[in-house]
T-cell receptor, first 112, second 115 residues
Framework: EAQVTQNPRYLITVTGKKLTVTCSQNMNHEYMSWYRQDPGLGLRQIYYSMNVEVTDKGDVPEGYKVSRKEKRNFPLILESPSPNQTSLYFC???????????FGDGTRLSIL | DQQVKQNSPSLSVQEGRISILNCDYTNSMFDYFLWYKKYPAEGPTFLISISSIKDKNEDGRFTVFLNKSAKHLSLHIVPSQPGDSAVYFCAASPSGKTGGFKTIFGAGTRLFVKA
């Protein structure tokens, strides 16, 4: 089954404690993205990747890092999380940027 | 500055009637537009798309219209069904030639279809 898998689904943590949200896709897609969803703001792109070792900033990259060492994986790293990063996060992938994206089920992060 | 705007946070429609969801954009570099549907506790799922070289695309009950001169697109659902109740996001992406490869989403419109 074609899918995008994110882990964890839920996480409550404290300010400053580094965390990683993993994302994996099994469709051999080249384009992968991370988004955050906040009330009234919709989905905002954090980072995207065109292929292995090729990443670029989206609209809200501050406070986040990503890496793309393998085609299937695109982890999101919060080196020093802060409360304003409390949000619902989605990973997505597609064959190309101008094609429909497949989304994971989301990760709800709460930073206290 | 929001480049993709969905000005109606919510819309309520009677079952069997037409639902019209609207989306405006500001960046003329966008050349591919998509609509996604999202249920609670799930990720968005792709619904329908349209390229900037077209002005209409239809898929079953769903039709998307694009007016490039007005920088406006709309999603029509006919007839609306209770299962269509969800949040609908409009999204736009540029060609990449000069616009980069970001995808920009609107804030979403919550559709309620009453039985």
């Amino acid at each position: 089954e074609a899918q995008v898998t994110q882990n964890p689904r839920y996480l409550i943590t404290v300010t400053g404690k580094k965390l990683t949200v993993t994302c994996s896709q099994n469709m051999n897609h080249e384009y992968m993205s991370w988004y955050r969803q906040d009330p009234g703001l919709g989905l905002r792109q954090i980072y995207y990747s065109m292929n292995v070792e090729v990443t670029d900033k989206g609209d809200v990259p501050e406070g986040y890092k990503v890496s793309r060492k393998e085609k299937r994986n695109f982890p999101l790293i919060l080196e020093s999380p802060s409360p304003n990063q409390t949000s619902l996060y989605f990973c997505a992938s597609s064959p190309r940027p101008d094609q429909p994206q497949h989304f994971g089920d989301g990760t709800r992060l709460s930073i206290l | 500055d929001q480049q993709v705007k969905q000005n109606s946070p919510s819309l309520s429609v009677q079952e069997g009637r037409i639902s019209i969801l609207n989306c405006d954009y500001t960046n003329s570099m966008f050349d591919y537009f998509l609509w996604y549907k999202k249920y609670p506790a799930e990720g968005p799922t792709f619904l329908i798309s349209i390229s900037s070289i077209k002005d209409k695309n239809e898929d079953g009950r769903f039709t998307v219209f694009l007016n490039k001169s007005a920088k406006h697109l709309s999603l029509h659902i006919v007839p609306s069904q209770p299962g269509d109740s969800a949040v609908y996001f409009c999204a736009a992406s540029p060609s990449g030639k000069t616009g980069g490869f970001k995808t920009i989403f609107g804030a979403g419109t919550r559709l309620f279809v009453k039985a």
